[in-house]
């Protein structure tokens, strides 16, 4: 589970960090016997909060928190990280940016440190409970955490270091995670937990999943067939009163792309999933059955449903995933094209314990505010971004401003202003 993120001269941001930790005191009577999860506890003495909902006008700098955990994660991946480099134009134009985040896997607690200038990655470091795994900073290596052997001695261990994480001219564009993560993985078992932590993280920029793509996901993890699989995401969209009987895939091969191209009702589809074989399509798109006044199941394209129907279709299949795995999904607009009560019950399903058994988390920017007129969320999970144009965009949670108990209505608090964070349009 991420315990913060750190963020420094990162698009409008100057300096702000966002935490996850339960910032209530002592924790509420009989929280063990909930069904709710009032907080997970994945390492001693963390206590993280499993929903993280983000607040603000427009141009306040949500997307680029999102944008951050996802650059983060990009980097750590291996991209090349000086086409991250995005630096506050406003205020630091020249100047370094730092990304760093905090999580929890396991009963450890690791820190993930990377500092970017426009000619690549000037610093770099991983720790696991306080403990350095490498750092690379100023020029200077450090991997005493590593496992050295024979065969991968130190000096071993920088040459691969200077062989595929420099470039010419002696600067680094690709990290060192990425290479121990994916290829030397023998020489720190904690660098590899790190590693695949991050990989698997699940970062949406756009609220706008094919629900192809989303039932894969679940596919995956359940190792269960594709029929099945669109069957569970059935099963949970009639849970949220959309009047969809069923869902079916209808497959047709075209001899030519130009045959394909003629056909309208699947080139314009937009639920298609195609793939091309020489000069041939093999077109696959998804159908959806209705009941007409007579009982009778009706059949329409799925791209004829509304707007709202095919994200949270495309939704459904991430969330349900994430869900079952555990891990982290990350969504900018979460609430795009939803209505409130749906968010609501999207946000429900990872404070569930039946639901969210595996200490799954959510973080998400939204704009509708009926979300915090519920008892869905608490204080320690809703961030208000805001911004200036002397100190850039700045995150505050609810949690941290004076006199405000989770029987406050926060919607009402917020749109009067308490918390900051909202325009105000003269009309």
Known sequence: MLSFLRMKNFMSVAEATLNFSFAEGKAPNGYRESSNIIFCEPAKKQRLVPVMAIYGPNASGKTNIIRAIYALRKIALGSKAANFYSPNRLLMPTDPMTLTCGFCVGNRSFVYDVTISYAGITEEALSCDGIDVFR?????????????????????????????????????????????????WKLSDVATVAHRYLSAMEIYTQNKIPMFFGIEKIQNISKDTFDNSLAEVVGHLRQFDISIEGLRVDQKEFESIQQYVNDQLFSQADDIQKASYGPGVVAKVIRSFHQDIDGNLVKFNFSEESDGTKILAGLLGVVLSVLKKGGVLVIDELDHSLHPYI?????????????????????????????????????????????????????????????????????????????????????
């Open 343 to 427: 968010l609501e019950k999207l946000v429900c399903m990872f404070k569930d314990k039946d639901y969210n058994p595996k200490n799954a988390q959510l973080v998400f920017s939204a704009h509708d505010t009926e979300l915090l007129d519920t008892d869905t969320v608490r204080m320690s999970e809703v961030a208000i971004a805001d911004k200036t144009m002397r100190k850039g965009t700045s995150i505050t949670r609810i949690a941290e401003f004076e006199g405000v108990r989770n029987v406050t209505n926060f919607r009402r608090q917020y749109l009067l202003g308490t918390f900051g964070g909202i325009p105000h349009p003269y009309i």
């Open 136 to 184: 690379i900073a100023g020029g200077q290596c450090h991997f005493d955490g590593l496992t050295t052997t024979q065969v991968y001695t130190a000096d071993r261990v920088h040459e691969i270091f200077q062989m595929e994480c420099m470039r010419e001219g002696g600067s680094q564009n690709k990290s060192f995670l990425s290479r121990l993560g994916d290829d030397y």
